[in-house]
């Protein structure tokens, strides 16, 4: 009631991670993620009061997340099988290096309390404000690369791209698909470790991967996968 009469600012505390998800950071990402989403529908909720809701989005502010995270990271490795250790210790490696990088060119939280108390004094404040330079380039960078464009750039900085190990390599299905090829093995589903037999040939053009029908009926809408039907 009293907001109403007031006509008064929400402010929610997002993340630049709201907008972009980074490798062993799901958990922050996601809660960061849903946050942007409550504060845009309720937004749009509180609108016929004047009520505003904005999303204030930090990059890295020097506070004690990145020694937790750095923390947390380590227990992780040192708890993870031999066979984990393998497939993941180089990213994990790479994502503790990171977090040290992060703290290091952390912004005063005092910034952050400067963009809230400007958010809350504007008449009109704006729905979203990214707080440091960091979190402006990454925002930017996403909104003008692709998305496979954006994934790479990303893959080259957090090592996600030269993982040891050939499950663990993150080779690309064209990879398989070549394989699968260069034998003389029956070919369908494209596997990480074979070609799985099948009745039918490989398909001689990318059109043919469209759609698969099986006797049941069913569609199989996978350019991924040429699985084997009847």
């Not at 999303?55 to 506070?63: N, R």
């Not at 790479?152 to 080779?171: D, F, H, Q, Y």
């Not at 009745?199 to 009926?217: D, E, I, M, V």
Request: some cysteine; charged content about 25%; aromatic content about 6%.
């Amino acid at each position: 009631p009293l907001l109403r009469l007031a006509r008064g600012t929400i402010v929610n505390i997002a993340s630049i991670g709201g907008r972009i998800a980074s490798p062993f950071m799901s958990p922050y990402n996601g809660s960061k993620f849903a946050l942007e989403a409550l504060s845009h529908s309720l937004r749009h909720e509180l609108k016929p009061w004047g009520i505003e809701v904005v999303a204030v989005e930090p990059g890295s502010i020097a506070t004690p997340i990145w020694d937790k995270a750095g923390e947390t990271a380590t227990g992780t490795v040192a708890a993870m099988p031999a066979e984990g250790r393998r497939l993941y210790g180089a990213q994990l490696e790479r994502f503790r290096e990171m977090l040290r990088e992060t703290a290091k060119a952390g912004i005063p939280p005092e910034k952050v309390a400067k963009v809230i108390h400007k958010a809350i004094s504007s008449d009109r404040p704006k729905p979203r404000y990214l707080v440091g330079i960091d979190a402006k380039i990454a925002a930017g960078l996403h909104g003008l690369l692709s998305d496979r464009g954006f994934d790479r750039r990303l893959a080259r900085r957090t090592n996600s791209a030269s993982v040891a190990g050939e499950e663990g390599s993150m080779l690309s299905r064209r990879h398989w698909a070549a394989r699968c090829r260069s034998t003389n093995e029956p070919r369908s589903a494209l596997t990480a470790g074979s070609c799985v037999a099948a009745r039918r040939p490989w398909p001689s053009s990318p059109a043919a991967f469209s759609t698969r029908t099986t006797t049941s009926g069913s569609s199989i809408f996978s350019p991924d996968s040429h699985m084997a039907a009847a």
